[in-house]
C-alpha cells in the first residue's frame, strides 16, 4: 500500500512549507548576526552561531522523539552512520557555506546553490532505477533554475567571475546538500526519521560548535528577542529538515530536489515582511511562474514503479 507520504498533494503541502521555512531562515538568521554583533566576515563566529542553531535543532527533535515514546538508542553502527550524515549534511555543508557567503554576493549564492537541484537529480538518476532522469524532469529542473536567477536580476552582483573561497565552496556545500540527501534516504530504511533528523542535526551541530569555539569564535549577549528567534531558528529547522527526510525516504530524489528552486523565491516575501526589503516587484512574479512551471514539469508525471539497484 503507497505511503500517504507519496500522495502528491501531500508532497506539494510538505515540500512547500520546507522552501518557505528554510526561505525565511535568511532574514532570521541576518537578524540573529545584527543581534549577536557577528561581522559578515567573522567566519568563526558564524559557524558557532549556526553550530547553535542545529545543536537545538537536534534537541528539540530528540526531545520530541522521546515524548512520543520512539526509542532514540542506536547501534554503533547506525550511530556511526547518523555522524557522518551529521558531518556531511550539517557539519560540512554550512562550513564550506558560510566561508562562501562571506566570498561571494548574496545574489550568487542563491543562485549557486539551487545547483543542488541537478546534482540531486543526477545522482538519483545513477542511483536508482526508479528515479531516471528524464527529459521532461531535466527541462524542469532548468526552468526552475532561470526561476532563481529572475528572481536575482536586480544588480551588478551578478556577475561571471568565480573564486574558490566564494562561488567554489557554495557549489561544494550544494554538492554536499544533494549526496547528504541521497544518504540519508538510504539510511532512513531501517532508522525513524525524526530521530536520525534529531541525530544528524545535533551531532553536525556540536561539530560545527566546536570548530567555530576552535577558530576564536564568540557570541555577543543574548537579549529576549535573541532567545525567540534562536528558538524559531532551531523549529524551523527541526521541521524543515525532517519532513524533507520524510519526503526523500517515500519519493524518488528528482522530484524532490526540483522544489529546491523555491527557496530563494520564497526567502524573498519573509526578507520584505522581517527586514523591510521590497518584495512585491515584477521579476518575483516572473520567477515564481517559471519555478512553478518547472516543479510542473518535472512532477506531473510518475516515474513508473520499480524497484531500486
Known amino acids: 500500500m503507497p505511503s500517504p507520504l507519496s500522495d502528491r498533494r501531500v508532497v506539494l503541502a510538505l515540500a512547500l512549507a520546507c522552501c518557505f521555512l528554510w526561505g525565511s531562515a535568511v532574514p532570521a538568521v541576518k537578524i540573529g548576526y545584527e543581534l549577536l554583533s557577528i561581522a559578515p566576515g567573522d567566519t568563526p563566529s558564524l559557524l558557532l552561531f549556526a553550530g547553535v542553531r542545529f545543536t537545538l535543532s537536534g534537541v528539540l527533535l530528540l526531545g520530541y522523539a522521546v515524548a512520543t515514546r520512539r526509542p532514540i538508542g542506536l547501534s554503533t553502527g547506525s550511530l556511526g552512520q547518523v555522524g557522518l550524515l551529521g558531518l556531511v549534511s550539517t557539519a560540512g555543508q554550512y562550513l564550506f557555506y558560510y566561508v562562501g557567503l562571506a566570498h561571494t554576493s548574496g545574489v550568487k ?151 529546491n528552486t523555491l527557496i530563494p523565491v520564497f526567502g524573498v516575501t519573509p526578507s520584505g515582511l522581517m527586514l523591510g526589503e521590497s518584495s512585491l516587484d515584477w521579476k518575483n512574479l516572473v520567477a515564481l511562474g517559471l519555478v512553478s512551471l518547472g516543479i510542473w514539469l518535472a512532477t506531473a508525471v510518475r516515474t513508473p514503479a520499480a524497484s531500486e539497484r
Not at 171 to 196: E, Q, T
Not at 215 to 239: K, N
Request: charged share 10%; proline share 1%.
Open 109 to 259: 549564492v542563491s543562485i549557486t546553490t539551487s545547483s543542488s537541484t541537478f546534482f540531486s537529480a543526477l545522482l538519483a538518476h545513477w542511483l536508482y532505477a526508479n528515479d531516471k532522469l528524464t527529459l521532461r524532469r531535466l527541462l524542469g529542473c532548468v526552468i526552475g533554475f532561470a526561476g532563481v536567477v529572475v528572481v536575482n536580476l536586480s544588480s551588478a552582483a551578478l556577475d561571471f567571475s568565480f573564486s574558490l573561497l566564494g562561488e567554489g565552496f557554495i557549489l561544494i556545500a550544494a554538492v554536499l546538500f544533494s549526496v547528504a540527501g541521497i544518504y540519508g534516504k538510504r539510511i532512513s530504511k531501517k532508522l525513524d526519521v525524526l530521530v536520525m533528523t534529531g541525530w544528524q542535526l545535533g551531532l553536525g551541530g556540536v561539530m560545527l560548535s566546536v570548530a567555530g569555539l576552535a577558530t576564536g569564535g564568540h557570541l555577543g549577549a543574548f537579549s529576549l528577542e535573541m532567545v525567540v528567534l534562536l528558538a524559531y531558528l532551531g523549529a524551523l529547522s527541526a521541521a524543515a529538515f525532517s519532513l524533507w527526510a520524510l519526503l526523500l525516504k517515500h519519493n524518488p530524489v528528482g522530484s524532490i530536489a526540483i522544489f
